[in-house]
Nanobody
C-alpha cells in the first residue's frame, strides 16, 4: 500500500514563505514524476508544479518565480517552497506521484489527502 503524506500547511502572511513536504511510503520500487496541485473553495483542482525523477520542472504560469518545487529521491519526498504567497494562493494543496511498487509492471498515479494553506492579507 502506497501513501503520500503532506505536511507543512497552515497560516502564512502574504509576502512570507512556507514550505510543504510530501513523503511517499510503502514498498516502492521507483517514483517517476511528482507534483503539487491545489484546489481553492469553489474551484477545480489545478496544477501548481511538477518535477521528474531527473529534476526537470514545470510550473503553472501564476506560480513561476514565486514557488519552487524540489525532491529528495533518497527520501521519496517532494517539496514546495512558497515565496511571497498571496491571499489567492489559499487552497488545499495536494501531492501527486507516479509510483511503481515492488513486483509491479507499471506505474500508478497516487494522491495525498491534502494540506490546507491559508494566506492572510
Amino acid at each position: 500500500q502506497v501513501q503520500l503524506l503532506e505536511s507543512g500547511g497552515g497560516l502564512v502572511q502574504a509576502g512570507g514563505s512556507l514550505t510543504l513536504s510530501c513523503a511517499a511510503s510503502g514498498i516502492i520500487y521507483s517514483i517517476n514524476t511528482m507534483g503539487w496541485y491545489r484546489q481553492a473553495p469553489g474551484s477545480q483542482r489545478e496544477l501548481v508544479a511538477t518535477i521528474t525523477s531527473g529534476g526537470s520542472t514545470d510550473y503553472a504560469d501564476s506560480m513561476k518565480g514565486r514557488f519552487t518545487i524540489s525532491r529528495d529521491n533518497a527520501k521519496n519526498t517532494v517539496y514546495l517552497r512558497m515565496n511571497n504567497p498571496k491571499p489567492e494562493d489559499t487552497a488545499v494543496y495536494y501531492c501527486n506521484a507516479d509510483i511503481r511498487v515492488l513486483f509491479a509492471h507499471s506505474f500508478m498515479n497516487y494522491w495525498g489527502k491534502g494540506t490546507l494553506v491559508t494566506v492572510s492579507p
